[in-house]
C-alpha cells in the first residue's frame, strides 16, 4: 500500500474496448494541489470522474485516506465536486445551494444555517444567501458551487474545468481565490484543465496526460523548465524546434543547417542521428551575444505589450523569440537579416520524431 | 429586427426610416388580423354554445338550463368522478415517466428512440382496441380485475395513464433536455444525495413547468373521455355528456358551458399551487 492521502494504483479504463486511461499511478499528499493537464480526450476527466465514483476503473485500486474507496458510490465518499457548468441547482437560492449537502446529511437547521454563513463569507458574497443561482454571474455562481462542494467538509476536493466557462478576467480573479480557499482550508484538491497557464499558476505538483497516459508529474517549475517527452515541451508553454544532427553527443554539439549549436542537457543519440533541439522563445535574443547563433529573416513582429514576438525565418524552419519589452528596445524590421542567439544551457535535444 | 439593421449605420436612417415604418404598420395588421381569424375560430363555436344555452325558455334568454343541468343529481357525481380519475391517472403517469425519462436521459440514452416510440403508441392504438385489449386480459382469472366497478375503475385510471404518456413523455422529455441533467446529479451525489432524494429534491422541482403542461394535456384527454369509460361500465363524464346530448336541446349547451369553465378552473387551481416560489 503507498503512502499519499489520494492514491491511484494501476487505475485503467477502457470504454468499450477503447483505453482513456492507462495504467495511472499517483499518490497524493494531504493539502496537496495536484492538477491534471492535458488536450481533450487525454483521460483527465476520466480520471477525476473515478475518483469522484461517476465512472468505476476497468481495473487498479483508488484509496481514499488509507480505505480502498474504488467501488463505493460517489455519495458515500465525502468528496466535494465543482463542475464546468456549476450545475447550482436552480430551484433553491444560493443558501439552500450550499446548505444542500447539510440538509441531506439531516444536521440540524442552527448549524447548517452557521455554516452557510461561514462559507458565504469565505467566497465574499455575504449577502447573497436568498438570490437565486439566475440572479448571479457566471463567476459568483461557479463561487457558490465551490462553496456548496466545501460546506460538507469534504475529505478531497474536486474541480473539473471550473474556470473554462468564464471569461478572461473574471478566470483571473477566481483562479487567484481558489487557491487562497484551498491553502486557508488546507484541503487536498484535484484540479482538472486543459490550460496550461491555470495549471502552472495554481498547482503544487502537475500531471500532464496525453492519450489516456500520464506523461510527466512534477512542480510547474520542473514541468515547464525540464520537459521529460516531446509532448510535455509542446503542450506546456510554446517551444521552438529546430531539426538536426548530433555531431559529438559528448560535448553535446548539434549541427542545424550550416550552425553548430551546443546543449548542456546531454544528448541520448550517436553522431550522425537526427535530433530535434527545443528551445523556450523567451530563451532566444536578438543579437550575436550567445554562443548558440541562427540567422534568418524577420516574418513579422507582433507587440504585445510586456513582450515583443518576433517570428524569425531561418534555414531550419521558423523560430519565436519573445523579448521582452522595454522602453530602450531596438526592434527588428520585417524583412531584416538578424542573428538569433540562445545560452547551451537553454535547449535540450530529443530525438527526431520517425 | 428593422431598428436593429438601422443603428449600425447611422447615416442611413434619415433615408431608411420612412420607408421602413410602412413594413411595420402593415405586418402589424396582419398579424392582428390572423390573431383575429384565429380567436373567432375558437371563440365563434363557445359564443353559439353559450347563447344556445340561454335560450331554454321560450322567447327570453335565462339560465334555466343551468338551473335543469343543476338539478339533475346525476351531474356532479359524474364530473367529480372523472376529476379524481383525472388526478389519479395524472399522478401515476408522472410516476412512471419522470423516472423513466430520467434514467433514458442519464444512463441509456440510446434507448430513447425505443422509449419515444413505446410512448407513442396510444397515438397508434384506437382507445377502442385498448379497451377491449384491458377487458380481455382482465376479466379472466388470474387477472379478474373488472369484477366490480372499484376495480374496473382502477382499471380505467390505469388506462387513462397510458393514454397520456405521449403527452406526458414529450413533456418531460423536452424539461430534462433543457437543463443540465447530468451535472445536477452528480452534483447532488457528491453531496451526498440518494436517488430518491435527487428526484423529489433536484429533478421534479425543476421539472416543474413540464410537468405541469403534461398535467395539463392528460387532464384535458380524461375529464371528458368516453370510449374507455363506456365500455368500462363507468358513470364518468364523458359518458354522462353522450347521454345527456341523446336526449335534452338545451341542457347538453349548458353543460358544454359549465364543464369548460369548471376544466378551466381546475387547470388554473393545478397553475397556481405549483407556481413557483419567485420568479424564475
Redesign the interface.
Known sequence: MSGGFLSLEGVRKEFEGVVAVDTFNLDVDPGEFVSFLGPSGCGKTTTLRMV???EQPSSGTIRLAGQDVTYA?????????V?Q???????MTVADNIG??LT??KENSAAREARVTELLDLIHLPDKGKA?P?ELSGGQQQRV?LA??LA?RPQLL?LDEPLSALDAKIRDELRTEIRRIQRQLNITTIYVTHDQEEALALSDRIVVMSKGRMEQVGPPFEVYNYPGTPFVAAFVGQINYLQGQVMDPASGTVTVGSATLRTTSGIEAGPGQPVTLMVRPEELEIGDHEENQVKGIVESVNFLGAIVRVRVDTESGMVTADLFNERLLELPKVGDTVTVCFPPHACWAMPAAS | MAALTISTTPSSVATETPAAGQPVKRNRFWAWLFIALGAAYFLLPLVATGYWSLRAEKDKLGFEAYRRLFDDSNFFPAFTQSLVNAVAAIALSLAIIVPTAYWVTLRVPRLRPVVEFITLLPFVIPPVILVFGLIRLYSRPPLLLTSTYGKSRVVLICAYAALSFPYMYRSVDNGLRA??VR??T?????????WI?ILR??IF??L?VALLSGALLTFAIVIGELTVALFLAQRTFGPYMAELTRSKVYEPSAMAIVAFALTWSALGMIALITR?R?R?
Open positions: 469522484a465514483g461517476f458510490k460517489p455519495n458515500q465518499r465525502n468528496i466535494g465536486m463542475f457548468s456549476y450545475a447550482l441547482f436552480p430551484n444542500f449537502g441531506v446529511r437565486y439566475f458551487a456548496r462542494a460538507i474536486l | 437543463m443540465d451535472s445536477l452528480e452534483a447532488a451525489q457528491s453531496l451526498g444525495a440518494s432524494t429534491r433536484v422541482p425543476n416543474r413557483p419567485s424564475q
